[in-house]
Protein backbone atom coordinates (compact mmCIF):
# COMPACT_ATOMS: atom_id res chain seq x y z
CA UNK A 1 0.00 0.00 0.00
CA UNK A 2 1.32 3.34 -0.74
CA UNK A 3 1.54 5.99 1.60
CA UNK A 4 -1.63 8.60 1.07
CA UNK A 5 -0.36 11.86 -0.02
CA UNK A 6 -0.43 14.17 2.54
CA UNK A 7 -0.84 17.65 2.36
CA UNK A 8 3.00 18.75 2.64
CA UNK A 9 3.75 16.09 -0.14
CA UNK A 10 0.56 17.44 -2.46
CA UNK A 11 3.20 21.07 -2.48
CA UNK A 12 6.00 19.22 -3.92
CA UNK A 13 3.71 17.63 -6.43
CA UNK A 14 2.40 21.03 -7.60
CA UNK A 15 5.71 22.34 -7.90
CA UNK A 16 7.05 19.29 -9.39
CA UNK A 17 4.74 19.58 -12.26
CA UNK A 18 6.05 23.21 -13.19
CA UNK A 19 9.95 22.45 -13.16
CA UNK A 20 11.94 21.34 -15.82
CA UNK A 21 12.29 17.58 -15.01
CA UNK A 22 14.81 17.15 -17.53
CA UNK A 23 17.23 18.92 -14.84
CA UNK A 24 16.96 15.47 -12.97
CA UNK A 25 20.14 14.44 -14.79
CA UNK A 26 21.76 16.65 -13.53
CA UNK A 27 21.70 15.31 -10.22
CA UNK A 28 23.47 11.99 -11.65
CA UNK A 29 25.97 14.06 -12.96
CA UNK A 30 26.97 15.31 -9.46
CA UNK A 31 26.49 11.84 -7.89
CA UNK A 32 28.98 11.09 -10.70
CA UNK A 33 31.08 13.72 -10.40
CA UNK A 34 31.73 13.49 -6.55
CA UNK A 35 32.26 9.90 -6.36
CA UNK A 36 29.29 9.96 -4.13
CA UNK A 37 28.88 6.02 -4.34
CA UNK A 38 28.35 2.72 -2.65
CA UNK A 39 30.59 0.29 -3.00
CA UNK A 40 29.46 -3.32 -3.08
CA UNK A 41 31.15 -6.97 -2.71
CA UNK A 42 28.98 -9.52 -4.46
CA UNK A 43 29.88 -13.07 -5.30
CA UNK A 44 33.30 -12.18 -4.19
CA UNK A 45 33.63 -9.10 -6.76
CA UNK A 46 34.42 -5.45 -5.57
CA UNK A 47 31.92 -3.17 -7.29
CA UNK A 48 32.17 -0.04 -7.42
CA UNK A 49 29.20 1.73 -8.16
CA UNK A 50 27.00 5.39 -8.13
CA UNK A 51 24.17 4.60 -5.22
CA UNK A 52 20.84 4.52 -7.04
CA UNK A 53 19.39 7.96 -6.13
CA UNK A 54 15.31 9.22 -6.85
CA UNK A 55 14.49 12.99 -7.09
CA UNK A 56 10.99 12.80 -5.22
CA UNK A 57 11.95 12.80 -1.51
CA UNK A 58 10.26 11.22 1.17
CA UNK A 59 8.35 14.13 2.99
CA UNK A 60 7.25 13.93 6.82
CA UNK A 61 5.41 16.64 8.21
CA UNK A 62 6.85 18.53 11.13
CA UNK A 63 4.33 17.73 13.81
CA UNK A 64 4.48 13.92 12.55
CA UNK A 65 8.70 14.02 13.20
CA UNK A 66 8.59 15.82 16.43
CA UNK A 67 6.85 12.89 17.46
CA UNK A 68 9.49 10.75 15.97
CA UNK A 69 12.33 12.74 17.39
CA UNK A 70 11.07 12.63 21.19
CA UNK A 71 10.87 8.57 20.62
CA UNK A 72 14.05 7.96 19.26
CA UNK A 73 16.14 10.82 21.80
CA UNK A 74 14.24 8.67 24.37
CA UNK A 75 15.86 5.65 22.97
CA UNK A 76 19.21 6.36 22.35
CA UNK A 77 19.06 7.58 25.92
CA UNK A 78 18.61 4.27 27.58
CA UNK A 79 20.67 2.06 25.47
CA UNK A 80 23.73 4.59 26.25
CA UNK A 81 22.66 4.07 30.14
CA UNK A 82 22.12 -0.28 29.12
CA UNK A 83 25.51 0.03 27.64
CA UNK A 84 27.31 2.08 30.73
CA UNK A 85 25.30 -0.23 32.75
CA UNK A 86 26.39 -3.91 31.70
CA UNK A 87 30.07 -2.48 31.23
CA UNK A 88 30.10 -1.41 34.70
CA UNK A 89 27.53 -2.11 37.51
CA UNK A 90 25.49 -4.87 35.28
CA UNK A 91 21.97 -3.30 37.33
CA UNK A 92 19.52 -4.26 34.81
CA UNK A 93 21.16 -8.18 34.87
CA UNK A 94 20.44 -7.84 38.37
CA UNK A 95 17.53 -6.83 38.73
CA UNK A 96 16.25 -9.86 36.20
CA UNK A 97 15.25 -6.84 33.65
CA UNK A 98 17.69 -8.52 30.81
CA UNK A 99 18.40 -12.15 31.83
CA UNK A 100 22.45 -12.16 32.44
CA UNK A 101 22.53 -15.25 30.31
CA UNK A 102 21.35 -12.92 26.92
CA UNK A 103 23.92 -10.42 27.60
CA UNK A 104 27.14 -13.08 28.41
CA UNK A 105 25.95 -15.34 25.12
CA UNK A 106 25.57 -12.07 23.28
CA UNK A 107 28.54 -12.12 20.22
CA UNK A 108 29.02 -8.16 20.76
CA UNK A 109 29.56 -8.57 24.32
CA UNK A 110 33.16 -8.10 25.69
CA UNK A 111 33.49 -9.12 29.18
CA UNK A 112 37.11 -8.22 29.29
CA UNK A 113 36.14 -4.71 28.94
CA UNK A 114 33.90 -4.80 32.08
CA UNK A 115 35.25 -1.87 34.40
CA UNK A 116 35.97 0.28 31.19
CA UNK A 117 34.31 3.53 30.97
CA UNK A 118 33.93 5.77 27.92
CA UNK A 119 35.27 9.70 28.12
CA UNK A 120 31.59 11.64 29.45
CA UNK A 121 30.13 8.22 29.91
CA UNK A 122 29.18 8.53 26.37
CA UNK A 123 28.96 5.25 24.45
CA UNK A 124 26.46 5.98 21.63
CA UNK A 125 27.81 8.63 19.95
CA UNK A 126 26.52 8.13 16.59
CA UNK A 127 23.47 6.02 16.33
CA UNK A 128 21.35 4.76 12.89
CA UNK A 129 17.86 3.98 14.21
CA UNK A 130 15.43 1.74 11.40
CA UNK A 131 11.98 2.88 11.39
CA UNK A 132 8.69 1.94 9.42
CA UNK A 133 5.52 2.92 8.54
CA UNK A 134 3.04 0.73 9.33
CA UNK A 135 0.18 0.88 6.78
CA UNK A 136 -2.37 -0.97 8.88
CA UNK A 137 -2.13 1.58 12.10
CA UNK A 138 -0.39 4.50 10.65
CA UNK A 139 2.22 4.28 13.64
CA UNK A 140 6.08 4.49 13.18
CA UNK A 141 7.50 1.42 14.12
CA UNK A 142 11.41 0.85 15.69
CA UNK A 143 12.87 -2.30 13.06
CA UNK A 144 16.59 -2.00 14.10
CA UNK A 145 18.65 -0.18 16.52
CA UNK A 146 22.80 0.42 14.87
CA UNK A 147 24.96 1.51 17.59
CA UNK A 148 28.35 0.04 15.84
CA UNK A 149 29.24 1.80 13.26
CA UNK A 150 26.06 2.94 11.23
CA UNK A 151 26.64 4.34 7.28
CA UNK A 152 24.44 6.37 5.22
CA UNK A 153 24.75 9.55 6.52
CA UNK A 154 26.66 11.34 4.20
CA UNK A 155 23.97 10.74 0.85
CA UNK A 156 21.23 12.86 2.06
CA UNK A 157 23.70 15.73 3.33
CA UNK A 158 25.34 15.17 -0.32
CA UNK A 159 22.15 15.11 -2.03
CA UNK A 160 20.63 17.98 -0.52
CA UNK A 161 23.22 20.52 -1.85
CA UNK A 162 22.60 19.45 -5.20
CA UNK A 163 18.78 19.56 -4.81
CA UNK A 164 19.19 23.16 -3.28
CA UNK A 165 21.13 24.29 -6.90
CA UNK A 166 18.98 22.48 -9.57
CA UNK A 167 15.56 22.93 -7.97
CA UNK A 168 16.07 26.43 -5.68
CA UNK A 169 11.89 26.48 -6.19
CA UNK A 170 10.74 23.76 -4.04
CA UNK A 171 13.42 25.18 -1.11
CA UNK A 172 11.77 28.75 -2.09
CA UNK A 173 7.94 27.74 -1.45
CA UNK A 174 8.66 25.17 1.25
CA UNK A 175 9.59 25.35 4.53
CA UNK A 176 12.06 22.41 4.58
CA UNK A 177 13.90 21.81 8.21
CA UNK A 178 17.78 22.08 7.46
CA UNK A 179 20.18 19.32 7.78
CA UNK A 180 23.37 21.58 6.95
CA UNK A 181 24.09 21.67 10.48
CA UNK A 182 25.26 17.97 11.46
CA UNK A 183 28.85 18.33 10.62
CA UNK A 184 29.10 21.06 13.20
CA UNK A 185 26.73 18.74 15.35
CA UNK A 186 29.42 15.97 14.99
CA UNK A 187 32.12 18.09 15.33
CA UNK A 188 30.93 19.59 18.53
CA UNK A 189 30.42 15.84 19.68
CA UNK A 190 33.84 15.26 18.71
CA UNK A 191 35.17 18.01 20.71
CA UNK A 192 32.95 17.49 23.89
CA UNK A 193 34.56 13.36 24.01
CA UNK A 194 38.37 14.70 22.68
CA UNK A 195 40.91 13.45 25.36
CA UNK A 196 43.30 15.99 24.23
CA UNK A 197 44.65 16.33 20.30
CA UNK A 198 43.34 15.70 17.01
CA UNK A 199 39.94 14.70 16.00
CA UNK A 200 40.49 11.65 13.47
CA UNK A 201 37.89 9.63 11.26
CA UNK A 202 39.50 6.32 10.81
CA UNK A 203 38.94 4.13 7.76
CA UNK A 204 39.71 1.03 6.11
CA UNK A 205 40.45 2.61 2.74
CA UNK A 206 38.95 3.15 -0.25
CA UNK A 207 37.60 -0.22 -0.67
CA UNK A 208 35.27 -0.09 1.83
CA UNK A 209 31.77 0.01 0.92
CA UNK A 210 31.61 3.49 2.16
CA UNK A 211 34.78 5.10 1.85
CA UNK A 212 33.02 8.10 0.40
CA UNK A 213 31.07 9.06 3.44
CA UNK A 214 34.60 8.54 5.62
CA UNK A 215 36.29 11.07 3.48
CA UNK A 216 33.25 13.23 3.26
CA UNK A 217 32.69 13.18 7.12
CA UNK A 218 36.23 14.11 7.60
CA UNK A 219 35.68 17.29 5.76
CA UNK A 220 32.74 18.41 6.92
CA UNK A 221 34.01 18.13 10.59
CA UNK A 222 37.49 19.15 10.29
CA UNK A 223 38.78 16.01 10.95
CA UNK A 224 41.99 13.74 9.80
CA UNK A 225 41.31 11.22 7.50
CA UNK A 226 42.86 8.63 8.55
CA UNK A 227 44.09 4.94 8.23
CA UNK A 228 45.15 2.40 10.83
CA UNK A 229 49.02 2.42 9.28
CA UNK A 230 48.77 6.31 10.26
CA UNK A 231 48.20 5.63 13.81
CA UNK A 232 50.44 4.47 16.27
CA UNK A 233 50.49 4.11 20.22
CA UNK A 234 53.18 4.84 22.62
CA UNK A 235 52.99 4.65 26.68
CA UNK A 236 48.94 4.27 25.47
CA UNK A 237 48.43 7.30 23.94
CA UNK A 238 47.32 7.45 20.07
CA UNK A 239 49.39 9.78 17.62
CA UNK A 240 48.93 10.61 14.44
CA UNK A 241 52.16 10.36 11.76
CA UNK A 242 52.05 13.74 10.27
CA UNK A 243 53.61 13.96 6.48
CA UNK A 244 56.82 15.86 8.15
CA UNK A 245 57.09 12.93 10.53
CA UNK A 246 56.18 15.25 13.31
CA UNK A 247 53.88 12.49 15.71
CA UNK A 248 50.45 14.52 17.01
CA UNK A 249 48.61 13.17 19.76
CA UNK A 250 45.16 11.98 18.92
CA UNK A 251 42.15 12.54 21.04
CA UNK A 252 38.92 11.36 19.86
CA UNK A 253 38.47 8.88 17.22
CA UNK A 254 35.34 8.74 15.21
CA UNK A 255 36.30 4.73 13.73
CA UNK A 256 34.44 3.50 10.36
CA UNK A 257 35.53 -0.35 11.14
CA UNK A 258 34.33 -2.97 13.61
CA UNK A 259 35.79 -4.06 16.53
CA UNK A 260 36.87 -6.88 14.86
CA UNK A 261 39.27 -5.43 12.52
CA UNK A 262 40.08 -2.50 15.19
CA UNK A 263 43.09 -3.53 17.11
CA UNK A 264 45.04 -6.62 15.99
CA UNK A 265 46.62 -7.17 19.09
CA UNK A 266 43.27 -6.89 20.95
CA UNK A 267 41.08 -8.91 18.62
CA UNK A 268 41.87 -10.33 15.28
CA UNK A 269 45.65 -10.40 14.72
CA UNK A 270 45.49 -10.84 11.32
CA UNK A 271 43.84 -7.19 10.92
CA UNK A 272 45.87 -5.42 8.91
CA UNK A 273 43.67 -2.19 8.92
CA UNK A 274 43.46 -1.49 12.55
CA UNK A 275 45.90 0.35 15.31
CA UNK A 276 48.03 -2.22 17.61
CA UNK A 277 47.61 -1.75 21.43
CA UNK A 278 44.47 1.46 20.47
CA UNK A 279 42.46 -0.75 23.52
CA UNK A 280 44.97 -0.28 25.71
CA UNK A 281 44.86 3.73 24.99
CA UNK A 282 41.08 3.14 25.20
CA UNK A 283 41.53 1.55 28.34
CA UNK A 284 43.34 4.22 30.13
CA UNK A 285 41.26 6.62 29.26
CA UNK A 286 43.43 8.65 26.72
CA UNK A 287 41.18 8.79 23.56
CA UNK A 288 37.75 8.60 23.03
CA UNK A 289 36.56 6.04 20.78
CA UNK A 290 33.34 6.75 18.65
CA UNK A 291 31.39 4.55 19.18
CA UNK A 292 32.54 2.67 21.84
CA UNK A 293 34.15 -0.83 21.93
CA UNK A 294 31.99 -3.35 22.69
CA UNK A 295 28.42 -1.50 21.29
CA UNK A 296 27.66 -4.54 19.17
CA UNK A 297 25.58 -6.37 22.27
CA UNK A 298 23.32 -3.22 21.95
CA UNK A 299 23.18 -4.07 18.18
CA UNK A 300 21.85 -7.82 19.03
CA UNK A 301 18.68 -8.29 17.27
CA UNK A 302 17.47 -10.41 20.72
CA UNK A 303 18.42 -7.39 22.89
CA UNK A 304 16.31 -5.45 20.78
CA UNK A 305 13.52 -7.05 22.55
CA UNK A 306 14.17 -5.65 25.50
CA UNK A 307 14.76 -1.77 24.92
CA UNK A 308 10.93 -1.34 25.73
CA UNK A 309 11.70 -2.69 29.33
CA UNK A 310 15.12 -0.44 29.18
CA UNK A 311 13.53 2.44 28.74
CA UNK A 312 11.13 2.09 31.95
CA UNK A 313 14.06 0.85 34.07
CA UNK A 314 16.45 3.45 33.43
CA UNK A 315 14.23 6.37 32.16
CA UNK A 316 10.98 5.66 34.75
CA UNK A 317 9.43 6.44 30.91
CA UNK A 318 6.92 5.05 28.72
CA UNK A 319 8.22 3.88 25.16
CA UNK A 320 7.52 6.57 22.54
CA UNK A 321 8.10 4.67 19.73
CA UNK A 322 7.24 0.52 19.43
CA UNK A 323 9.35 -2.06 18.68
CA UNK A 324 7.86 -4.75 16.13
CA UNK A 325 6.15 -7.64 17.79
CA UNK A 326 9.04 -9.75 18.24
CA UNK A 327 9.48 -13.02 19.90
CA UNK A 328 12.01 -14.23 21.51
CA UNK A 329 12.54 -18.53 20.47
CA UNK A 330 14.88 -18.54 23.75
CA UNK A 331 11.55 -18.74 25.80
CA UNK A 332 9.88 -21.63 26.08
CA UNK A 333 6.31 -20.09 25.14
CA UNK A 334 7.85 -17.83 22.52
CA UNK A 335 9.51 -20.82 21.19
CA UNK A 336 6.65 -22.66 20.61
CA UNK A 337 4.27 -19.85 19.09
CA UNK A 338 7.30 -19.32 16.67
CA UNK A 339 7.20 -23.09 15.16
CA UNK A 340 3.73 -23.23 15.05
CA UNK A 341 3.10 -19.56 13.21
CA UNK A 342 6.99 -19.71 11.24
CA UNK A 343 4.78 -19.07 8.09
CA UNK A 344 3.66 -16.44 9.08
CA UNK A 345 7.08 -14.84 10.40
CA UNK A 346 9.81 -12.95 9.83
CA UNK A 347 13.11 -15.36 11.31
CA UNK A 348 16.22 -13.23 12.06
CA UNK A 349 19.62 -14.17 12.97
CA UNK A 350 20.78 -12.01 15.75
CA UNK A 351 24.06 -11.42 14.58
CA UNK A 352 23.78 -10.44 10.89
CA UNK A 353 22.93 -7.02 10.23
CA UNK A 354 22.75 -5.19 6.17
CA UNK A 355 19.86 -7.64 5.63
CA UNK A 356 21.60 -10.74 5.61
CA UNK A 357 20.26 -13.83 8.13
CA UNK A 358 16.82 -12.62 7.46
CA UNK A 359 13.89 -15.20 6.27
CA UNK A 360 10.44 -15.10 5.77
CA UNK A 361 8.36 -17.81 6.74
CA UNK A 362 6.14 -17.66 3.70
CA UNK A 363 8.38 -17.98 1.07
CA UNK A 364 10.52 -21.18 2.29
CA UNK A 365 10.49 -24.40 0.71
CA UNK A 366 9.52 -26.98 2.92
CA UNK A 367 12.84 -28.57 3.14
CA UNK A 368 13.85 -24.78 4.21
CA UNK A 369 11.14 -24.96 6.53
CA UNK A 370 12.49 -27.87 8.77
CA UNK A 371 15.82 -26.62 8.11
CA UNK A 372 15.01 -23.73 9.98
CA UNK A 373 13.02 -24.93 12.63
CA UNK A 374 16.12 -27.76 13.68
CA UNK A 375 18.49 -24.80 13.82
CA UNK A 376 16.10 -22.99 16.07
CA UNK A 377 15.42 -25.84 18.43
CA UNK A 378 19.17 -26.65 18.41
CA UNK A 379 20.00 -22.39 18.88
CA UNK A 380 16.81 -20.76 19.94
CA UNK A 381 19.40 -17.55 21.00
CA UNK A 382 20.42 -17.26 17.95
CA UNK A 383 17.21 -15.83 16.27
CA UNK A 384 14.47 -13.48 16.96
CA UNK A 385 11.06 -13.87 14.79
CA UNK A 386 8.38 -10.75 14.18
CA UNK A 387 5.51 -10.55 12.91
CA UNK A 388 5.77 -8.88 9.10
CA UNK A 389 5.16 -5.71 9.05
CA UNK A 390 3.20 -4.09 6.07
CA UNK A 391 4.72 -0.99 5.65
CA UNK A 392 3.72 1.50 3.23
CA UNK A 393 5.04 2.01 0.03
CA UNK A 394 7.04 5.44 -1.57
CA UNK A 395 6.08 6.73 -4.56
CA UNK A 396 9.52 6.57 -6.62
CA UNK A 397 10.80 7.62 -10.37
CA UNK A 398 12.31 4.34 -11.98
CA UNK A 399 12.74 4.33 -15.96
CA UNK A 400 10.28 7.27 -16.66
CA UNK A 401 7.65 6.15 -14.46
CA UNK A 402 6.54 6.68 -10.64
CA UNK A 403 6.40 3.55 -9.20
CA UNK A 404 5.43 2.37 -5.64
CA UNK A 405 8.36 0.87 -3.71
CA UNK A 406 8.47 -0.72 0.00
CA UNK A 407 10.77 2.01 1.62
CA UNK A 408 12.34 2.44 5.37
CA UNK A 409 13.79 5.65 6.81
CA UNK A 410 17.44 5.53 9.24
CA UNK A 411 17.65 8.13 11.75
CA UNK A 412 20.68 9.85 12.41
CA UNK A 413 21.24 10.36 15.77
CA UNK A 414 24.33 12.42 17.57
CA UNK A 415 24.97 12.12 21.43
CA UNK A 416 27.29 14.82 22.35
CA UNK A 417 26.75 17.28 25.64
CA UNK A 418 22.95 16.61 24.25
CA UNK A 419 20.90 13.96 21.72
CA UNK A 420 20.31 15.36 18.62
CA UNK A 421 18.14 14.10 15.77
CA UNK A 422 19.44 14.79 12.08
CA UNK A 423 16.03 16.41 10.47
CA UNK A 424 15.39 14.47 7.91
CA UNK A 425 17.50 10.83 7.51
CA UNK A 426 18.44 8.21 4.78
CA UNK A 427 15.04 6.83 3.12
CA UNK A 428 15.81 3.60 1.58
CA UNK A 429 13.79 1.84 -0.97
CA UNK A 430 13.82 -1.68 -2.63
CA UNK A 431 14.89 -1.61 -6.59
CA UNK A 432 12.33 -4.72 -7.29
CA UNK A 433 8.36 -4.62 -6.83
CA UNK A 434 7.33 -6.09 -3.75
CA UNK A 435 10.65 -6.97 -2.21
CA UNK A 436 10.82 -5.97 1.87
CA UNK A 437 14.81 -5.27 2.04
CA UNK A 438 15.59 -2.46 1.37
CA UNK A 439 19.23 -2.46 2.61
CA UNK A 440 21.33 -0.25 0.52
CA UNK A 441 23.91 -3.48 0.84
CA UNK A 442 21.43 -5.21 -0.71
CA UNK A 443 21.44 -3.00 -3.58
CA UNK A 444 18.61 -0.69 -2.33
CA UNK A 445 18.50 2.78 -3.65
CA UNK A 446 17.84 6.11 -1.62
CA UNK A 447 16.19 9.25 -0.79
CA UNK A 448 16.27 12.58 0.51
CA UNK A 449 14.14 13.24 3.70
CA UNK A 450 12.10 16.23 4.58
CA UNK A 451 10.35 17.08 6.77
CA UNK A 452 8.45 19.85 5.92
CA UNK A 453 6.07 22.24 7.92
CA UNK A 454 3.33 23.94 6.21
Known amino acids: MIEPVSPELQKFYDIFESVDQSKVSEFEDFLDANAVNFNLFKDGNFIERSFPFDMIPRIIPKAEFDHLEAGIIQRVKALNAFLNDIYTDQKILKDGIVPREYVDSAKGFLPEFMGVTSPKAIRTHISGIDLVKDSVSGNWIILEDNLRVPSGVSYPLSIRRAFRHTYPEFFESMKISKIKQYGDQLKAAMQYVNTGGLNVVLTPGRYNSAYYEHSYLAKIT????????????????????????????????????????????????????????????????NVA?????????????????????????????????????????????????????????????????????????????????????????????????????????????????????????????????????????????????????????QGGGFKDTWVVEL
Request: charged share 25%.
Open 222 to 285: GATLALGEDLLVENDEVFLRAYNGERLRVGAIYRRLDDDFLDPSEFDAESLIGVPHLASAYRAG
Open 289 to 441: IMNSIGNGVADDKGIYYFVPAMIQYYLNEEPILSNAPTYLPYYEKDREYVLANIDKLVIKDVAEAGGYGVLFGNRLSPEQRTEIIDMILADPRRFIAQEVIEFYDLPCMMEGQILPRKADLRAYVIHGEEVTVSMGGLTRYAMEEGNYLVNSS
